[in-house]
């Protein structure tokens, strides 16, 4: 077994940096933004759909997402807007090949 890496002050500012970041997207705005349904968002946050109604839900109904949750939809939202920015080798390292499915590149469905 390999000794783990020590953190430099780099390390340890960019963890307390991760750790006081408030990245979040409410389900409402995510919703509104992005042509989805609450299936989509459910798997997004590995939430049931009925789960993802009671976040748009009123009254006794209404059920607020947690703060992991709006970080997944923050995250999902990131990817959707700047995938086209992300090198393909940085993608794989973030999402290893045998866990993804690879989105389909509209532009290179005509080629």
Known sequence: MTRPRPLSDRDLALINLYANCQ????????????????????????????TVRR???KGKHYRAPSLDDLRHLALMDFLLEHYDEIPPDLFDR??????????????????
């Open 55 to 57: 976040w748009f839900g």
């Open 23 to 50: 990245f979040g997207l409410s389900p409402r705005r995510f919703y509104a933004k992005w042509e989805v349904s609450h299936e989509a968002i459910a798997s997004i946050c590995s939430r049931s759909p009925s």
């Open 94 to 111: 973030l999402c290893p090949a045998s866990q993804q499915v690879q989105p389909q590149n509209p532009d290179s469905l005509s080629a």
